[in-house]
């Protein structure tokens, strides 16, 4: 959720006013979590908030943090922070930060999805904290919030790396790999696994 206040910047000559956001962070075990998406102008998180921008390269995405904590305008980016109420003020600063290769996009405005859709979500699903696809039948992005669209359909979710949240692979042949739980590097649901890599309750597992 996003609460407001109004907030002056003077850019140039012109004294403009854009509002000031807290965004509620949700805890997932020992961090908050959220994201952010402003078209009005930079934004600068409030102290002990990491910035991440998420490159999408295949079927992988990779954390790229941003270390000034700069959102930079019309750029979708991925907050961690140790308190649930994240404060984003508007900001003359340019970011030194690596946009280049953000995959996140975002809106101002809520959206409402029905029927098929490739929109990811920031979520804590069933395999940890990643980004989830919207319910096939309808699903709602918030104002200010970030996504990013995938076109193959047969995804259902991207997962962090070992630094937020995967546990590293382990040679396991005895854990419960039941038809609902075990999924690919991609995503996807396996319903009969053999020898290789899974994803079984947010850690890597591999079936010898």
């Known amino acids: 959720d996003l609460t407001s206040e109004n907030a002056s910047q003077v850019f140039g000559r012109a004294t403009v006013i854009f509002p000031s956001y ?9 961090a908050y979590w959220s994201t952010f998406y402003s078209n009005d102008c930079n934004y600068q998180a409030s102290e002990g908030t990491q910035v991440f921008a998420v490159n999408l ?79 096939n039948t309808s699903g709602t992005i918030g104002a200010n919030k970030a996504y990013f669209t995938y076109p193959a359909g047969a995804r259902e979710f991207f997962l962090f790396d070992e630094a937020t949240g995967i546990e590293s692979a382990t040679l396991n042949d005895n854990v419960e790999m039941t038809n609902d739980n075990v999924y690919d590097l991609q995503g996807r649901r396996v319903a009969q696994p053999a020898k290789g890599l899974y994803i079984v309750n947010g850690k890597k597992y591999i079936k010898k």
């Open 22 to 30: 807290n965004v509620t962070a949700n805890m997932v075990n020992d």
């Open 57 to 135: 390269t295949g079927d992988a995405i990779e954390m790229n943090e941003i270390t000034d904590g700069i959102v930079k305008r019309g750029e979708g980016v991925v907050l961690k922070s140790n308190s649930a109420s994240i404060t984003m003020t508007p900001s003359n600063s340019v970011s030194e930060g690596d946009y280049s290769g953000n995959s996140l996009q975002g809106t101002m405005t809520e959206i409402k999805t029905t029927g098929a859709n490739n929109y990811y979500v920031l979520y804590n699903g069933s395999e940890g904290v990643g980004f989830y696809k919207l319910s």
